[in-house]
């Protein structure tokens, strides 16, 4: 459970980013943010795993008080959040295995981690984490022979080798054809559903995150302007989020076509 | 009045600097609209280079002039056994393969030791003082400022320093070797980590990794072939500089090639430098291989 409250966010230059956020994520939640650039919605998303900190108020993580963590603490809340990135944030000269690998650090020493001394179980887990999105033949190819969408699925069997309770998706979709974004976007559905892992993803699309969410938060200018199921996203909702009511060429086109 | 000259003068350097460039014109090709551009300025750059070059050969008292017979003659002494010191061919070979190449072989090994112990070093330094690992300022710049400061003492002063600190031999070359390494390595290298993909390391934060963890998962491997690429290019340099620390008794082929060539001996400084020559070549080669695979 994310439970944020009264949290402020203001910038070093004085840029206010999130106003009086209240709000609470359940577990085995998908939830959209969406709204326009620049109104906050990476900022909201990372002030979860603290990669903001924020700056007044109380954001409480699984149970523990991130704002408030530092250090080992810190460490250990966020190796069970995994992040998913708009570029995928890969190691382009490392193997896919190495990369997934990665994702397991956080239960290491330094010295472990500078010679690579993983577990044969945690080995085990990196390869099965691959398995589960269909890359397995991947395994021992190098991170940039890959394709953008196959490059996503490593950066999601990272989060998954993790072991995380969360995942946090900062745009994981923006830089991936139409397509491949449906089945990258059904890879989380998946996740979330058979694992039972609670999904905060930022999204451009409107209509991709009412197909997928079972929940909708908008933000506008660094505040919450709506919070439902994606049912309730109306014409009204959008202008509330965009200052006006998205228009059909805006939108990715009839989804379940693709289906 | 004078309103009117500074808008003259401002209007002419105007002109100087920047040229305009025609974006469209009209049937009768004339310009209908126009942009500014800044002129280049590297013609002003050529005149002034040229202007410094040729000044120097002004000041300089010397003839510029080159002894072609002084060339062709140490040239030919290099290669050939003379009346003054190796009489015959076989004294050449048996002086290059029992004296040369294993001096040259002693220093490959000084060498080798000291660039090692220069770039471990490093290591640690090159890592505090980039800004993407060590946010902090107050750390990186104090260690860029300590380190650069040791890069500036020049390879001779080096040399006579640890031979005073360590005394004559090899000790002293190895250390003084060590210290002009730990220079180079750390400079090119926390440059190069400087300009790093830093995706993978934020990343690697976000699964909960130190900044240390990070780097080693994140940026050595985006590191790792510049580095052996830099450790190689750091050891042909050291092969070289070696030569100067024999002259000041801190170890290696200086010495012999010190007194060769102080006594004109000139085919035992070729018996010298053909071997080393050779070494320098293997080891550009091997690099540029390394680098070549890693890329």
Not at chain 1, 222 to 248: C, M, N, Q, S, W
Not at chain 2, 90 to 98: G, K
Request: net charge positive.
């Amino acid at each position: 459970m994310i439970q944020f409250t009264d949290v402020d966010k203001v910038y070093p230059n004085g840029y206010k980013a999130l106003k009086d956020i209240n709000l609470t994520i359940n577990d085995g939640d998908f939830v959209c943010i969406i709204g326009l650039s620049g109104a906050g919605k990476s900022t909201l998303l990372r002030t979860i795993n603290k990669m903001h900190n924020i700056t007044s108020g109380s954001l409480v993580v699984n149970g523990e008080d991130i704002s408030k963590a530092k250090g080992k603490k810190l460490r250990e809340i966020r190796r069970n959040i995994g992040m998913i990135f708009q570029s995928f944030n890969l190691v382009n000269r490392s193997s896919v295995f190495k990369n997934v690998l990665a994702g397991r650090v956080g239960y290491h020493s330094t010295f472990e981690t500078i010679f690579g001394l993983y577990t044969k179980k945690e080995k085990m887990l990196a390869l099965q984490s691959l398995d589960k999105l269909g890359i397995l033949d991947k395994a021992f190819v190098r991170a940039d022979q890959l394709s953008g969408g196959q490059q996503q699925r490593v950066a999601l069997a990272r989060a998954l080798t993790q072991e995380p309770k969360l995942i946090l998706a900062d745009e994981p979709v923006a830089s991936l054809d139409p397509v491949t974004t449906l089945s990258v976007m059904d890879d989380f559905k998946r996740i979330n559903k058979d694992f039972n892992i609670t999904i905060v993803a930022n999204m451009h699309h409107v209509d991709l995150a009412l197909k997928y969410a079972t929940r909708i938060i908008g933000i506008k200018a660094g505040e919450i302007v709506f919070d439902g199921t994606p049912d309730e996203v109306t014409d009204e909702v959008t202008t509330r989020i965009y200052g006006r009511a998205l228009k059909h060429s805006e939108k990715l086109g009839d989804l379940d076509k693709h289906d | 009045m004078t309103n009117t000259a500074n808008g003259k003068s401002s209007q002419f350097w105007h002109k100087v600097f920047y040229r305009t460039v025609v974006v469209s014109v009209d049937d009768k090709n004339n310009p209908t609209k126009t942009i500014e551009k800044k002129r280049s300025k590297a013609l002003l750059w050529f005149l002034l280079v040229a202007g410094i070059f040729g000044l120097s050969f002004v000041f300089i008292n010397q003839p510029a002039t080159i002894r072609m017979d002084q060339i062709q003659a140490i040239f030919g002494q290099m290669f050939t056994p003379s009346i003054w010191s190796l009489k015959t061919y076989d004294q050449y070979w048996a002086y290059l393969f029992s004296t040369a190449i294993p001096a040259i072989w002693d220093t490959i090994k000084m060498v080798l030791i000291g660039t090692t112990l220069g770039t471990i070093l490093a290591f640690p330094l090159m890592l505090v003082a980039s800004r993407n690992v060590v946010v902090s300022a107050y750390i990186y710049q104090p260690v860029r400022f300590i380190v650069d400061f040791i890069r500036t003492i020049p390879t001779y002063v080096l040399a006579i320093l640890c031979t005073v600190f360590f005394g004559l031999g090899e000790t002293a070359g190895t250390w003084a070797i060590a210290i002009f390494t730990l220079g180079i390595m750390f400079k090119l290298m926390y440059e190069y980590i400087d300009t790093c993909d830093m995706n993978p390391f934020e990343a690697s934060i976000s699964t909960g990794a130190t900044r240390l963890k990070a780097f080693s998962v994140a940026l050595y491997p985006q590191v790792k072939p510049m580095f052996f690429s830099n450790f190689l290019y750091t050891f042909e340099i050291n092969i070289r500089a070696s030569v100067i620390l024999g002259f000041v008794g801190a170890g290696g082929i200086g010495q012999m090639l010190n007194n060769a060539m102080n006594a004109q001996q000139y085919d035992k400084v070729g018996a010298i430098l053909i071997p080393l020559f050779v070494v320098v070549v293997c080891l550009q080669l091997l690099s540029s291989y390394l680098r070549k695979k890693s890329l």
